[in-house]
């Protein structure tokens, strides 16, 4: 089993940064990729970045690029998300996911992945 845990969300002003880690655990964690996916009020989960753990590929969705850093750090088993130049439309739940398995779905979709964290709450307002 896997399992992710969260931190780093609250509360920050427009233009602000925070930096959102993603902790894994369990005996099968050995994940393909993992990703940062949101979810504001009303909407649907949205995908913001992935890596591949090993290689440590990104990719980023087009809100997040130029803004936002994904990274690994494959020792303590985290994953980060930086965030800057934050703005109001960046307000909502922030999920860490993990890919276990190797299939062929995409990488940028919910379905994508096997394992989600509980998720943090990032709040953009002044």
């Known amino acids: 089993q896997v399992h992710l845990e969260e931190s780093g969300g609250g509360l920050v002003q427009p233009g602000g940064s925070l930096r959102l880690s993603c902790a894994g655990s369990g005996r099968d964690f050995r994940p393909y990729h993992m990703g940062w996916f949101r979810q504001a009020p009303g909407r649907e989960l949205e995908f913001v970045a992935r890596?591949?753990?090993?290689?440590?590929?990104?990719a980023y969705a087009i809100s997040a690029k130029g803004r936002f850093t994904i990274s690994r750090d494959i020792d303590n088993n985290l994953l980060y998300l930086q965030m800057n130049d934050l703005v109001a439309e960046d307000s909502a739940v922030y999920y860490c996911?993990?890919?276990?398995?190797?299939?062929?779905?995409?990488?940028?979709?919910?379905?994508?992945?096997?394992?989600w964290g509980q998720g943090t709450w990032v709040s953009v307002s002044s």
């Open positions: 996911a993990a890919r276990t398995r190797d299939t062929r779905v995409l990488t940028t979709v919910p379905q994508g992945y096997d394992y």
């Open positions: 890596l591949t753990w090993v290689a440590g590929i990104t």
